[in-house]
């Protein structure tokens, strides 16, 4: 037999193989759904629950031992929400207009997940309410941060204003 029929059947070979095993090792899903995409539906919900969402860049993570997560975001567009309403937590200046802004707060997530943390310079979509504990005003997640895409960006504008999408 020749080299090239040989090397021809070998490759056949492996990719029959290849695809048999591929059957065999199941996919590992995560709970978390930070690098992937929510439905609309779902979107839509959780905008309509949130009271502040806004687009921010991640500067620092803490983590602590009971699941909850602290992100120090910097504001760079909000979308609801009137942000000037939480001077108690706006770490460095007032925002200059509600849309645009270079305003620092901490947002804690509570999530019983187990979920990775952000890293540090991850534009990220916030959806997060306002609670109020023990005398102080934190910003909280109502849903993991939402990955910055133009698709996820686009159905929450057109939950807030109302449109069908």
Do not use: H
């Not at 040989?6 to 095993?21: A, G, K, Q, S």
């Not at 090792?25 to 949130?50: E, H, M, P, W």
């Not at 133009?150 to 449109?163: F, S």
Request: hydrophobic share 45%.
């Amino acid at each position: 037999m020749r080299p090239s029929l040989m090397y021809i059947f070998l490759m056949l070979y492996l990719n029959v193989v290849n695809t048999n095993l591929q059957g065999v090792f199941r996919q590992r899903r995560s709970i978390c759904n930070i690098n992937g995409t929510y439905d609309r539906a779902l979107l839509k919900r959780v905008t309509l629950q949130s009271k502040y969402i806004f687009i921010g860049k991640v500067f620092g993570v803490k983590s602590k031992d009971d699941n909850v997560k602290i992100y120090k975001v910097n504001i760079r567009r909000v979308l609801k929400g009137d942000i000037n309403d939480l001077g108690v937590i706006i770490s460095f200046g007032k925002a200059r207009s509600i849309y645009f802004t270079d305003a620092t707060v901490l947002v804690q997530s509570t999530l019983r997940r187990k979920c990775p943390l952000l890293r540090v310079r991850t534009y990220a979509i916030f959806l997060t309410e306002k609670k109020l504990d023990e005398e102080t005003v934190r910003l909280s997640l109502v849903v993991e941060p939402v990955l910055l895409t133009l698709r996820n960006v686009e159905i929450i504008e057109a939950a807030i204003k109302g449109k069908l999408f």
